[in-house]
T-cell receptor, first 113, second 115 residues
Framework: DQQVKQNSPSLSVQEGRISILNCDYT??????FLWYKKYPAEGPTFLIS?????DKNEDGRFTVFLNKSAKHLSLHIVPSQPGDSAVYFC????????????FGQGTRLTINP | EPEVTQTPSHQVTQMGQEVILRCVPI?????FYWYRQILGQKVEFLVS????????KSEIFDDQFSVERPDGSNFTLKIRSTKLEDSAMYFC?????????????FGDGTRLSIL
């Protein structure tokens, strides 16, 4: 099941710079997209979401961009901080029904001092 | 901030035994979910539960699996006869409603190890 893909297993960014995490999806029916952050031995923590009627959503240092024609979304973190080091999961769902989440494989982000 | 709690954090069980994983969702939430993550693989949806019944389940959620909300606070996942391939992290999640701006909130998971 490759409906949601995060092609970069890892990303290393200098503190203070911008981190850009990418996610692609294949199911054009998806209309709700979310980013979760996960520390070791903890569950995924919700970060930010976007509906398919928008192309950008911003919350503090986090911005999610959605390009429906390319079936691509990205998460921008600026400025990156050491506490941002974690695994980031992209997830997608249909807004109707049970809204089961379909997850990508995750990208491990490391912020270097 | 309210959170989803899961117990135990780690469960070790012999193959063929029954296991019950427990979750206490956020108190005013109405939709409940179980997901699992096998080591090195994606987080996968198992089942969703609303109004005391299953609303959707995946292919993984076969007859060996069941869910229950035995009281007003707990939400359980039972595996009747565990198999080696059931070894995984199991995450419970809940949300107040469905729709935009209703993200699912996850517990810290139960690591299930089948010997």
């Amino acid at each position: 099941d490759q409906q949601v893909k995060q092609n970069s297993p890892s990303l290393s960014v200098q503190e203070g710079r911008i981190s850009i995490l990418n996610c692609d999806y294949t199911n054009s029916m998806f209309d709700y997209f979310l980013w979760y952050k996960k520390y070791p031995a903890e569950g995924p923590t919700f970060l930010i979401s976007i509906s398919s009627i928008k192309d950008k959503n911003e919350d503090g240092r986090f911005t999610v961009f959605l390009n429906k024609s390319a079936k691509h979304l990205s998460l921008h973190i600026v400025p990156s901080q050491p506490g941002d080091s974690a695994v980031y999961f992209c997830a997608a769902s249909l807004i109707q029904g049970a809204q089961k989440l379909v997850f990508g494989q995750g990208t491990r982000l490391t912020i270097n001092p | 901030e309210p959170e989803v709690t899961q117990t135990p954090s780690h469960q070790v069980t012999q193959m063929g035994q029954e296991v019950i994983l427990r979750c206490v969702p956020i108190s005013n939430h109405l939709y409940f979910y179980w997901y699992r993550q096998i080591l090195g693989q994606k987080v996968e949806f198992l089942v969703s539960f609303y109004n005391n019944e299953i609303s959707e389940k995946s292919e993984i959620f076969d007859d060996q699996f069941s869910v229950e909300r035995p009281d007003g606070s707990n939400f359980t996942l039972k595996i009747r006869s565990t198999k080696l391939e059931d070894s995984a992290m199991y995450f419970c999640a809940s949300t107040y409603g469905t729709g935009w701006n209703q993200p699912q909130h996850f517990g810290d998971g139960t690591r299930l190890s089948i010997l």
